[in-house]
């Protein structure tokens, strides 16, 4: 039987009049450098290719703060990143502690057991509160694991690991090898590779970098490099296999084609925060996402995660009593054109405040809209005062 052609409406006629404000939990607004680069295609490999994925490694090893060579470009999502981790550092007969704050720490141990590794997690002793070292600790005086992952901001219910530094100093010294999810916090914050003694760190592209998504980075510790290198278990993943990855990001040679959109959109979103700095762009970050909290709270919301581990990148708020959350998300997006995200499991909604999604006018917007939806859908903060 023969397939007949489908009709299809033209792409303008699918999305919305006027595009909507990203304010979820990626992906976010793209400057206009990095959408143009994204339009353009050159070949995958020799000349200018070359120049742009030295280029990509040498900002890496800035907004990673690492002096190691062993940095990749990946064509995936960022938990292909995670994935080229975790399936080559570990293997059957290999163990890993797992620090699950949530969804996306979670994915840590499904992954590592996908590859047969022994998987340890540890929850934190107080629900919504981040891992602190004397937690960990406990752990690794106990028995020895080859790996410790931990999520510097765990994006789904946006609470951070402060005592990220510290529980990544003190695995490192053990010898474990300590890998980290920067994905909803690179160049939103801190975060010194070399320093803190981190083994891998890997970020996606559509959230604090600002560029498109489908492509992500990571680093890897000489350290963690040698012990994929000296592996004798063959690796099951090819296309995430960092000794093949190496060969085009440092060799410069055929791994698979790159995407050499991607990369490019990648090179101006880059080339857009070396020139920023890492210093300006934490601090406008930080003021960003302090303001956003303040409205928050003179609107009466509650914020989901204590002050002291509460994630500036994504914030997650409360949805008050008898607002529905899918209607509030529903009316902001097609009346007051902001979109900002759901949560997985908890009653919350999320704004997120990653590279571009921190302009004071994407704030006020934001804040406007939820205001207005709120308002519309019966919330009224002196009511609730009155009441309580
Ligand atoms: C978004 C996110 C991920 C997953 O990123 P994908 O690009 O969807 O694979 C992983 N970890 C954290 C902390 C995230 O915020």
């Given at each position: 039987m023969k397939i007949a052609a489908p009709r299809m409406a033209k792409l303008d006629s699918i999305l919305p009049d006027s595009p909507r404000l990203l304010m979820g939990a990626g992906p976010v607004p793209i400057p206009a450098e990095v959408a143009n680069a994204n339009g353009r295609v050159i070949n995958h490999l020799g000349h200018p290719m070359n120049a742009i994925t030295s280029s990509l490694q040498e900002m890496g090893k800035y907004i990673f703060q690492t002096s190691s060579s062993k940095i990749f470009g990946i064509s995936g999502p960022a938990s292909a990143a995670m994935e080229m981790a975790m399936s080559s550092l570990l293997w059957e007969g290999r163990s890993v502690l797992v620090l699950n704050l949530g969804t996306f720490s979670n994915r840590f141990a499904e992954q590592a057991k996908a590859v047969k590794a022994e998987v340890t997690e540890l929850f934190p002793k107080h629900h919504m509160r981040a891992f602190t070292l004397s937690e960990v600790c406990e752990q690794l005086d106990n028995k020895h694991f080859d790996v410790l992952t931990i999520v510097q901001?765990?994006?789904?219910?946006?609470?951070?690991?402060?005592e990220l530094e510290q529980i990544a100093k003190y695995a490192s010294a053990m010898g474990v090898l300590v890998v980290v999810d920067a994905v909803s916090t690179l160049t939103t914050m801190p975060l010194e590779m070399d320093l803190w003694g981190i083994d891998v760190v890997f970020t996606g592209?559509?959230?604090?970098?600002?560029s498109v998504a489908g492509v992500s980075m990571i680093a890897f510790s000489e350290r963690a490099y040698k012990v994929v290198k000296e592996r004798?278990?063959?690796?099951?993943h090819w296309c995430l296999d960092p000794i093949k990855a190496n060969e085009f990001?440092?060799?410069?040679?055929?791994?698979?084609?790159?995407?050499v959109s991607g990369l490019l959109a990648l090179y101006e979103a880059l080339r857009l925060i070396v020139e920023e700095t890492l210093e300006a762009r934490f601090k406008r970050h930080l003021d960003c996402s302090q303001g956003l909290q303040h409205c928050l709270v003179a609107m009466g919301l509650d914020l989901y995660a204590p002050v002291e581990c509460r994630l500036n990148s994504v914030v997650a708020i409360e949805v008050p009593e008898k607002i529905d959350s899918k209607q509030l998300l529903k009316l902001m997006s097609e009346k007051y054109g902001v979109e900002i995200s759901g949560a997985f499991g908890a009653n919350i909604v999320r704004i997120g405040q990653m590279g571009e999604q921190c302009r004071p006018e994407n704030i006020e917007k934001t804040v406007g809209a939820l205001a207005k939806a709120l308002a519309e859908l019966g919330f009224s903060k002196a009511k609730d005062t009155f009441a309580a």
């Open positions: 901001g765990e994006t789904s219910c946006g609470v951070k690991n402060i592209g559509q959230k604090g970098l600002s004798t278990v063959i690796n099951s990001w440092c060799n410069k040679n055929y791994h698979y084609t790159a995407p």
